[in-house]
Structure formats: structure tokens, C-alpha cells
């Protein structure tokens, strides 16, 4: 049930970004069907992969608090639900100690200060070089000029 619940959430979550990623996929198929020349075609195709990174970095970053906080209530509620009577849950024994609430906290601020500098990593490896590759094909064609 926690699965599906998790799943489902995130599936909302996505669906609200597709008509964003619409836009986006219809200005590049637009500049690609445009006769511009060389200059402001690669001009207009930097500033849209620059508007992809950010809007890519954007739901990124919004993923990691609403996994972290989904993912701990549906694990309160789902051992709630199989173990009711139980006092050996999770959430108990994380109450009792100090030391495992600041490893919890611990974990989630290591975890999200990674994936953000993961994330900008990822970013520039994938896209980052391509953006250095067109602006030094500009400056050539500026210099050309």
C-alpha cells in the first residue's frame, strides 16, 4: 500500500510537469523547422537548453524533500498499520535516543547536500559541455565577422 501510495504521488507530481516539458520539446521543435541564421539558431538553442537545465534542476531539487518527508510518513503509517499494538516501531526506538535522531538528520542533510552537487555535476557533464562547445562556435563566428 505504501508503495503504491509513494508511486502515486510521484506520478502527480510528473504529470504536473509535462505541459512545462510541452513547451519546451515545441520550442525545439520550432527553432529546428526555422530558418534562422547560423548565429541565432545556436543563440536561440543555448538559451533553450539553458531554460531545460534549470527547469530539469528545478524538479530536481523539489523531488528530494517531497521522497524524504513522503517516504517517512509512509513508513510511520505502514508499520502503524501492520503492527498497531507494537511499541518496538521504528519511530519509537528513534524517539528514545538522541544519537539516532541526529544520524537521521545527519543522513538526510548528507544526502541532500549530495544530490544537489551531484545533481549540478550531472548537469554539466551531460548538457554543461555541449553549452561551452556552442558558445565557442559563436565566438568563432563572431571573430569570422
Same mark, same amino acid.
Given at each position: 500500500t505504501s508503495l503504491r501510495i509513494y508511486f502515486a504521488i510521484f506520478a502527480v507530481v510528473?504529470?504536473?510537469f509535462i505541459p512545462l516539458l510541452y513547451l519546451?520539446?515545441?520550442k525545439t521543435k520550432k527553432l529546428g523547422s526555422t530558418a534562422l541564421p547560423v548565429k541565432g539558431n545556436l543563440q536561440a538553442l543555448i538559451l533553450l537548453i539553458?531554460? %531545460?537545465l534549470k527547469r530539469y534542476f528545478q524538479l530536481t531539487m523539489a523531488f528530494i524533500p517531497i521522497s524524504l518527508l513522503t517516504a517517512l510518513v509512509l513508513g510511520y503509517t505502514d508499520e502503524n498499520l501492520y503492527n498497531p499494538e507494537s511499541n518496538t516501531s521504528f519511530f519509537s526506538l528513534l524517539i528514545?535516543?538522541?544519537l539516532k535522531i541526529g544520524l537521521?538528520?545527519?543522513y538526510i542533510l548528507f544526502f541532500s547536500v549530495g544530490?544537489? %552537487?551531484?545533481?549540478k555535476w550531472y548537469l554539466k557533464k551531460l548538457y554543461g559541455n555541449?553549452?561551452?562547445q556552442l558558445e565557442m562556435l559563436i565566438?568563432?563566428?563572431e571573430e569570422k565577422q
Open positions: 510528473c504529470l504536473l519546451l520539446f515545441k539553458k531554460e %531545460y528514545e535516543s538522541p537521521v538528520i545527519g544530490m544537489y %552537487y551531484f545533481t555541449y553549452l561551452a565566438i568563432e563566428l
